[in-house]
């Protein structure tokens, strides 16, 4: 491709250092579409001849067809996949094929190519998380009146319903689509036409191939187009978000099939059993979710790290660009699968999560509320009294609304018997009705609101 100017050839260790076809194989269909619609609009433009153009069309559709019949041959000496094309091409249909390349590089073609890549990789995203959405949301419906304990510094603090908690990954994960679909519209735009970093003399039209391959339009400047792969590093970015969130999630399900928490029961479906521990149900599938998200993470850093010092326009480093998105997107993929596996199919034990809350205390603030609000007590002091009633709960063995009046007014005599109203976690949850809080009431308008976003009441 370069021989002209020089005398001996690359060494084995030079082809191989340079061949990106191992992986840059998975961007045919984009490369093949890019080049057809570069052909058109040659052909349109009168920069090569109908015939030209349509012969080259020809012959790119039937490779696409050996393509997908067959796979992408892997041959070092042609280095990447557009070369791999064009090669075939040419044994195709002749010299014709060399015209292809008139008026573009590899460098806009690879930008194009990657771009059009990550666009699709945005959306099988966005797809994906709203699965992940519709069935927190249908969980959460079912679960909106389920209590459990809430924690901070995982130690049961107040109670909450499940179905609220669920309804804290629906936020996120409404979040990360967004992400995506703003990463999508920002990278809408196609470098095609920029040739090798400066434009070209022919006369192209690069509004035609923009559209042509569903670009919203043409990127305005050619050195940044070629250069730049921040929609790559958009895209990671979403990916490391959502991978963190789904992370978090699958890190409950771990502790929560625990033996010794015992709230959720997995799916056999997405969980493994031990080889010599037959009372083993191992959440496999959480744990590599929670594993992966470190994989999506370290892929964002090392494209980060790969573009920091690179001067414009395009340097080889870039061809290093697409493994760590590959491999991001194949990990997130499995990862919301399974993630939204386990939260449709999981079964929760809904009377170990009441006992938990139960035996947690976890109606202490509503006592020290109940005492600010009716005995006039500053919060401070109510919050000393209230431990006092915790401290005899637990010598007991008791829960708070299990005490006697006698025993709280021993405590402080402002307390009186409409207390017991407020001490049970039904209560205590009832209560919470600011706007985003805990109580049922509000959790069935989260979940009214996430089904009306998810089209999911027809
Ligand atoms: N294989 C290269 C890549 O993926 C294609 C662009 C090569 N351009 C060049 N000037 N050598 O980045």
Redesign the pocket.
Known sequence: MWGGRFSAGPSAVMREINA?IPF?KALWREDIAGSRAHAAMLGARGIISAEDAAAIDAGLVRIAEEYEAHGVPEAWDL??I?MTVEHRLAELIGPVAGRLHTGR???DQ?ATDFRLWVKNACQVAEKALENLQRALATRADEYAETIMPGFTHLQIAQPVTLGHHLMAYYEMARRDRDRFVAARARMDECPLGSAALAGTGFPIDRNATAAALGFAGPTANSLDAVSDRDFALDYLSAAAQCALHLSRLAEELVLWASQPFGFVRLPDALSTGSSIMPQKRNPDAAELVRGHCGRIVGALVSLMVMMKGLPLA?S?D??DD?PPVFEAAGLLELSLAAMTGMIADSSFDTARMRAAAEAGFATATDLADWLVREAGVPFREAHHITGAAVKLAEARGCALDALQLEDLRAIDARIDGRVFAVLSVDASVAARLSYGGTAPVRVREAVAKARAELDMNQ
């Open positions: 990106s840059d280095e990447d557009h590089s590899r460098n690879v395009y080889k870039m061809q697409k």
